[in-house]
């Protein structure tokens, strides 16, 4: 249940709500909002009517996701680009897994540049399956990522494996990612609705969409209202793809919740044969974005080195896609 309270609520007033027992009280613009677990109404509330505006049933655990709360998709604002809301924009997310090296990464983003890309992804922190692969630059790759938007004018975004450099990040990211492994690290989630930044927040290999959505809500009850959810393939039965691809899932994000969401195949395949169909089968579900690994050397890179595309390969997908998108009904920004 969430309830709105009238602008204009006294502090005394959210200072005996915070005391309730089961009550959660968040600001979103500037809007005090109480919310409680599952549909029953909290027996003292009923003395704060007064100061109650608005009232939405919501089914537990996915509140300020839905479609009940906030019809519309949230439109997600990233520099001058706007995702979700009303557009029909498909963001597309380029760039190598990880940052390895200067120029590795400068000519990856030279490329992704002149190919009409303008959010350039990398990872500086990366959460290896092994502790005896490539960790990724850490702090280093940080600054290789500055330069990056210095030089090319590219937003950045990267990933937080762990709140140990959550702040750094941070501070760097125009979009945080939280990766499939972080998606249950609870220090990183409620770090996210700390700060107003777009956060994409990838969905753990073996979890429910419920479980996906309730990791969103720890962000959004945080107060950050800027949350994208990311599809990566999720682990079935199935061992000859890396992942399985949820679109099924997707539709279903799409028909309950308001959270924009961006499909990636890269990490889902884990191949590189069956990226384009798949990118285009995500524009034709009307993803808000994709996000799809390249590299300039593929076979040498560190990590993720069979999924991630030659640099002309992701070209020729950009052609293809812009192709196709009007037909579709997609911009691609
Ligand atoms: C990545 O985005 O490079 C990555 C590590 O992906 P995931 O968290 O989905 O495994
Ligand atoms: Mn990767």
């Known amino acids: 249940?969430?309830?709105?309270?009238?602008?204009?609520?006294?502090?005394?007033?959210?200072?005996?709500?915070?005391?309730?027992?089961?009550?959660?009280?968040?600001?979103?613009?500037?809007?005090?909002?109480?919310?409680t677990?599952?549909?029953?109404?909290?027996?003292?509330?009923?003395k704060y009517e007064n100061h109650i505006s608005r009232t939405v049933e919501t089914v537990p655990d996915i509140q300020l996701s839905s479609k009940a709360y906030h019809p519309n998709k949230r439109a997600i604002k990233i520099g001058e680009l706007t995702i979700g809301g009303d557009t029909n924009n498909t963001l597309v997310i380029g760039g190598p897994c990880a940052v390895e090296s200067e120029a590795q990464i400068m000519e990856a983003a030279a490329y992704m540049k002149k190919v009409g890309i303008n959010v350039f992804r990398a990872g500086a922190f990366k959460p290896r399956t092994s502790p005896y692969t490539f960790q990724g630059l850490g702090a280093e790759g940080l600054r290789l990522l500055e330069a990056v938007r210095e030089k090319y004018g590219l937003k950045i975004i990267t990933e937080v494996k762990d709140s140990t450099h959550f702040d750094q990040v941070a501070?760097?990211?125009?979009?945080?990612?939280?990766?499939?492994?972080?998606?249950?690290?609870?220090?990183?989630?409620?770090?996210?609705?700390?700060?107003?930044?777009p956060v994409l927040l990838k969905r753990h290999f073996g979890a429910t969409i419920q479980e996906w959505v309730q990791a969103a809500e720890f962000i959004l009850l945080g107060g950050n209202q800027e949350v994208m959810l990311c599809e990566r393939g999720i682990r079935t039965f199935e061992n000859k793809t890396r992942f399985t691809m949820d679109i099924t899932g997707v539709a279903w994000i799409q028909h309950h919740t308001n959270l924009p969401i961006i499909m990636d195949p890269?990490?889902?395949?884990?191949?590189?044969?069956?990226?384009?169909?798949l990118a285009k089968a995500s524009l034709a579900m009307g993803a808000d974005g994709l996000l799809i690994?390249?590299?300039?050397?593929?076979?040498?890179?560190?990590?993720?080195?069979?999924?991630?595309?030659?640099?002309?390969?992701f070209g020729s997908m950009m052609e293809e896609l812009r192709n196709i998108a009007p037909a579709l009904g997609r911009t691609l920004v």
């Open 37 to 46: 677990h599952g549909s029953t109404p909290l027996p003292y509330l009923e």
């Open 266 to 277: 890269s990490h889902a395949l884990g191949a590189t044969y069956g990226i384009k169909s």
């Open 171 to 197: 501070e760097t990211a125009d979009i945080v990612q939280v990766g499939a492994k972080a998606m249950y690290d609870q220090a990183v989630l409620r770090a996210c609705g700390q700060i107003r930044k």
């Open 1 to 35: 249940m969430i309830y709105e309270l009238h602008s204009g609520t006294p502090d005394n007033v959210l200072d005996d709500l915070r005391q309730i027992e089961g009550a959660y009280l968040t600001s979103v613009n500037g809007h005090h909002l109480v919310l």
């Open 293 to 313: 690994e390249s590299h300039p050397n593929p076979k040498v890179a560190k990590s993720d080195a069979k999924q991630q595309l030659p640099l002309e390969t």
